[in-house]
């Protein structure tokens, strides 16, 4: 499911709209405000994606000199299983944090320490051809989100397993999202939406209206006619494979990582997940994705309070039943789009915003 922005808003006496681009994190963000002249918009602008720019170069596993980078570095070795101890920013803290809070919840279907099998499924694609599976066992060995351990008085990490390498892909895009709205606050600018790569971190809505207008647009379907959700002060994430795979002998591979297979996802599929932040709809759009429609239909148990409805399908029969996955995360919505024996089929967890038909996104907004 692809997210584009349409803006339905009256706009005020003497907010104008502006709209920034730059290049971070392997794709292009765009930070769209109103602020009331152009030297405001600059500054609050330059600001944001100065804050996103530095994100980037710390959680990136791709430069071999980002804090990401040197932790990964400190993990054991096969002769020496101690590991050490490393301070780290308060970003990175966060980060690691929550990822390892939703990979309890998950139980492992979301998980950073799958580095070293992204690196191998990263090779693949480019290559177009399928991990060795003798990698592929070794690169498993490195895998357990259990095994980063939190040292909180102190803000350190230590890695435990030997030749663990993390990777924060599910989860970093959000997060800078979230700081770069923070930022554009900072600076007086509150009617803001930052976009980093689709995931979307959303402020107050533009001036006249009730929020900002997200269209969700099915995937791989150009003929389909769009839908929209109105929202504000929120994190919006589309996580599937549209775009990255890998396709060998008929079967498709996502870039979307099961970890707890070490294999690319074959089951095509896309989830869009509303969240209070856009780093926890980042995590948990990818995390949908790697449980399915069968064992991720979050719905409302009790006020504030997420479970995990599982239904899983044996012949003709089906059965369902409650986990309590995802209770620690109030406000989550969910629509998993996936193909079922070539047809497709929709998922909205009962709590999703109300949907309303959209216009197509038009071609004509203005780029600052």
Known sequence: MLIALVLAAQVGA???RFEFRQPHMGSVVTITFYADDEATANRAATA??????????????????SELSRLSASSPTRSDASGRWLPISGDLWTVLDA??????DSDGAFDITVGHLT?????ARRKHQLPDPLDLAAAEQSVGFEHLQFDEAHR???LRKPEMRLDLGGIAKGYAADQALMELKRSGVRQALVNAAGNLALGDPPPGSIGWRIVLAPDGDPTAFPESVTLKNCGVATSGDIWQFLELDGKRYSHILDP???VGLTTQASATVIAPSAMLADALATTACVLGPRTFEPVREAANDIANHVDRATGERTESRLSPAFRRWPNVHVRLQWLDNGEARQFNSSDFPAIEPADPVPSNQPVR
Do not use: H, K
Request: glycine share 8%.
């Open 156 to 158: 350190q990490v230590r």
């Open 260 to 262: 707890r297979t070490g």
């Open 99 to 104: 990822a390892r809070r939703i990979g309890e």
């Open 119 to 123: 690196r191998l499924w990263r090779r």
């Open 14 to 16: 003497t907010a104008q």
């Open 48 to 65: 944001a994606m100065a804050r996103i720019g530095a994100l980037d170069r710390r959680l990136t596993d791709y430069d071999p000199r």
